[in-house]
Each structure stands twice: as C-alpha cells, then as structure tokens.
C-alpha cells in the first residue's frame, strides 16, 4: 500500500488541493522522491511515462517557494521548469496551477510559436515559477526579459527528449546563468545521449531513485501487430477508429496526419489533428476537442508523443510504425496511464514485418504477428462497441479581409518605384506589383517619403523594408517590435537585369523629372 502525501511530509494545504482533484495516495516515484526533493536536496528522478513524475517534482517546488515568501520582481523567477514541447509545457502547467494558487504563488508559460508580448509582460509584472521550452526561454534571456540570477530550484523534464530534440546545448547555456547551489531536480526515462553529462556537471551528491527499468514504460498495456495487405490498411485504419472511447493514431508526417483527420471525420468518426504545422491556437483547439469528447480520435504525429496526457485514452495505433523504439515507448505511453489499462496496435504491411520485428526486440517486447482481414476476431475484440456514425461538418474557412484599395491617382502606382498597377506609366505594373503577390504586405504601414528612398515599397524577397521583420536568425527574438529601425539605406544601388534599382538605391532618373499630373495620368 503507498503512503499518504501527509505521511510524506508535503503541507496540509497542497494535500487538500491533491484531494479535491481526486489524488489520494502517492504513486511510487512521488513516494521515492518527495523525502528528499522536500528536503532541498537535488535528485535525479527515473521512471516510466505516466508514472506521476509531473507531481513528483510539482509538489516539492510549490511546497519550498511557500515556506520561504518573497516579494515578487519583475523578471526574476524563483523557480523554473523547462520542457522540450509545448504541449508538454503546458501538461505541466496545468498540474502546477492549483498547487501555486493554493500557495499564494504566480505561474506563467513560455514557449514558441506565439507572440511573445504576454510572456514578456507576465515576466514584467512578476512571476514565482516559470514553466518554459528552451528555445523561447533563451531568446527572453538574451533579450533580458527573464533573468535567472535568483532561482532557487530548477526543474528539467523528460531530459532524454531535450537530447534527442537536440535541446541540450541551449539547456545548459541556460542553466550556466543559474546561480550555483541552488536545489536542481532532473527526471528522464534514459541516461543517454548527454543526459549523463548534465547530471555530472550541474546536479550536487544527487539522490538517485530509479522506478521501473526504462523498457517497463510498455509492459503494462495489450500489444497487438496486425500484419494486412495495403490495400486494405486504410480501411482497417477506419475500423480501428470507430469505437466509442478515445483513441490516438500515430502518423509518421504532418500531411497524412491533417489528410487522415479529415477522412475519417467525414466517414463519421469525429477526428482532429495534432502535428508541428498547427497554429498554437489550433493545437490548443483540437486538444480541448479530443479532452471533451467532441472528437474520438486524435490523429497525430510524434509531437503528441510526450506531453499529452488525456484520461481513457484506451486504444494507441501506430498507423505508420516509428523508426525506433523510444518513439514507440512514448507514443504507447498515452494509453494506460497512472495504471489504467490500454491497447496498443501496430499496423504492419508485409514488407514491414522485419523493421517491426527490430522495434519491438528494441523495446524489450514479444509480441506475436498476426495476419489479420478486416473481418478478423480480433480485431473486432479490440475495436469493442461500435460508435453511432456522426455527420460531417466542414470546418468554417476563415474570411480573407479586403484589399484596402487607394484612389486611382494616389495609388500605390502614383510613387516613383511604387507598385505601378494602372498607375505606372504606359499601364506597365512596377516592381512593387510582385511582392504584394508574394508578401501580401501593406504599404501603409510604412514610413512616408523622406525616410528611407524604399519606404513605400517592400523589399526584395517580400519582405518590409527593416520595419517588421524579426532579426536574423529565424528566432521570434523581436517579432513584436521593430527591428533596424535605424539603419540608412544604400546609396547608388545598381539596377538589376530589368534596370530597376537594387532594394535601397536611388530612383529611376527619368522617372525623377516627371510631374504628378503625368503620373497619375
């Protein structure tokens, strides 16, 4: 029987929140770990997806922020946990939450993907614990939004996915801005790839609890590996689908992710998709879609393979196998979680059946092959109770908004190297007509003449001319202000292959002397 979260040590007023969500005893790695992570020491945490690592190290940092209060500043966080996803990030977030607010602490969420004006102002009016991807944290630091000089406890999850993502060098620039000594908690399924390196070089005589072999993450759940022809993959795909609890089928790209979501919504079963093409507020939308119940099946790529965590989820298909067996542990890991039961099935062509075999050896498993038709027993067994067929609904297109058209002698055409349009001389279109095609960028949120000799017209590849465009680099680092805003343009750009000036030049001479009533003629 495990021990009470009382019996453990964690303050009455986090038990009374664990309790009112339903948590009444601790699960093995929280009953291992909280001893020591209440304590302050630092540990190094090993245990199967879905074992209850997220309030494993929830619980011990709320706990030691609300022992010692401070005033919050504005950009110095007490406390920082950071982890490779978004969706991931935000999992996190969602546990943090009722634990902070029954502490008196402020918590925010950083990560890509979004505009950075609401992280920066959380950060400006001061925050406790920050739960954050390392990319976007790096960009705040380098910006100096976030400053770590006064953490107290730093957090790092799924630490295997950070070295499989190629995350680890930025993980420790950041950490190399933490203060030292201060109380470092790192849980990870493996030790591999430079996760060991990050253990030796920042966490201090740390206490080590290992709970379940990494391989046991899939022990626990019905496997099955229905070998078919592929002509009739799709439609065991269909049927697989069409029970009536949640189930997750694993793409390998983006694309067939977003195609089979929508096939399979219009034969009736509800679907979403969930891949790194999505808008964070898609992402979010389709999530809260599949959590609801509005949507059955969640058709994604490995994005959804940590992070997500969705109660009876009962069936994992691997419609694409993945290409090794970590990915196959995690992606299996969104059913039977925190000791629920699940299924999991891998769709195999038969030319597939060695690298499956590899796979599953990988993944410490055996797991029988079975040739199956779309008639089979078995897989009626697992599909269970057949759904009612739901009507398809197209998803509303968003309304494309209306081109602010200007009068016809003041148009775009009406300045020198301007769009041209019906305004350019002789009905010849400018140069500029090219990138509103490409860019769909407006002029009128450039600067007036008198400026830049390009202020009214885009630069070459779309873009604006230094206005709005993020820094180099591809990062968000300044995508919400202006970027070289000072900078003077060319002097004596030479003109292309057309004759037209370089982006920056000077105007056209001819076009100079000519008066506005030509112009607009």
């Known amino acids: 029987m495990t021990a009470t979260f009382s019996a453990l040590g964690v303050p009455e007023n986090i038990v009374n929140v664990l309790a009112d969500l339903g948590i009444e005893s601790a699960f093995p790695i929280q009953e291992a770990t909280l001893p020591s992570t209440l304590a302050g020491g630092d540990v190094l945490g090993r245990g199967q997806t879905g074992s209850g ?73 001061g925050v406790d614990i920050v739960i954050a991807c390392p990319g976007r944290l790096d960009d705040l630091i380098k910006q100096k939004v976030v400053d770590l000089s006064q953490l107290e406890i730093s957090i790092l999850d799924e630490a295997d996915h950070m070295a499989d993502m190629g995350f680890l060098p930025v993980v420790r620039r950041i950490m190399d801005r933490m203060p030292t000594g201060i109380q470092h908690m790192l849980f990870s399924a493996t030790l591999d790839n430079g996760v060991d390196k990050v253990v030796k070089r920042y966490l201090s005589n740390p206490t080590i609890h290992s709970v379940d072999a990494p391989e046991a993450a899939v022990n626990t759940m019905e496997h099955h590996v229905f070998v078919i022809p592929a002509d009739d993959k799709k439609e065991l795909i269909r049927i697989l689908a069409q029970g009536t609890g949640r189930r997750i089928m694993f793409m390998r790209t ?27 507020n898609a992402r979010d939308r389709n999530l809260a879609a599949f959590s609801s119940g509005e949507a059955k099946v969640l058709v994604a790529t490995d994005v959804a393979a940590r992070g997500v965590h969705v109660d009876g989820v009962e069936l994992v298909v691997h419609v694409d196998p993945p290409a090794e067996h970590k990915a196959y542990t995690h992606r299996s890991g969104r059913t039977a979680r925190a000791g629920s039961s699940g299924t999991v099935v891998t769709i195999c062509t038969p030319d597939q059946q060695g690298d499956v075999s590899t796979l599953l050896r990988q993944a410490g498993l055996k797991v029988p092959f079975e040739k199956v038709n779309l008639n089979s027993a078995v897989v009626a067994d697992v599909v269970g109770e057949v759904a009612a067929p739901v009507a398809y609904v197209a998803p509303a297109q968003p309304k494309a908004s209306p081109r602010k058209r200007t009068s016809a002698g003041a148009g775009n055409g009406s300045s020198r190297g301007g769009n041209g349009g019906n305004g350019a001389r002789g009905g010849r279109p400018g140069r500029g007509a090219r990138s509103e095609d490409e860019g769909q960028q407006s002029s009128n949120r450039r600067p007036a003449r008198g400026g830049s000799a390009n202020a009214e017209r885009p630069a070459r590849g779309g873009h604006s001319a230094n206005a709005e465009r993020p820094s180099r680099g591809g990062h968000n680092a300044n995508a919400e202000r202006p970027s070289g805003g000072n900078r003077a343009p060319r002097q004596g750009g030479r003109g292309d292959s057309a004759g037209a000036p370089a982006g920056g030049g000077r105007s056209r001479g001819p076009r100079r002397a000519s008066s506005p009533a030509t112009r607009s003629r």
Do not use: C, W
Request: glycine share 4%; hydrophobic share 45%; no cysteine.
């Open 53 to 125: 690592k997220t309030l494993a190290f929830s619980i011990p940092m709320v706990a030691r922020l609300a022992q010692r209060p401070q005033r919050r500043k504005a950009r110095f966080p007490r406390a920082l946990i950071m982890a490779p996803t978004r969706e991931l990030a935000t999992q996190i977030a969602k546990a943090v939450d009722p634990l902070a607010a029954a502490s008196g602490l402020r918590t925010t969420v950083i990560y890509g993907g979004v505009a950075q004006s609401r992280q920066e102002k959380a950060m400006n009016e």
């Open 254 to 280: 983006k694309h067939h992710a977003k195609k089979m979501a929508i096939a399979l919504s219009k034969a009736g079963v509800p679907s979403v998709d969930l891949h790194g093409n999505l808008s964070q």
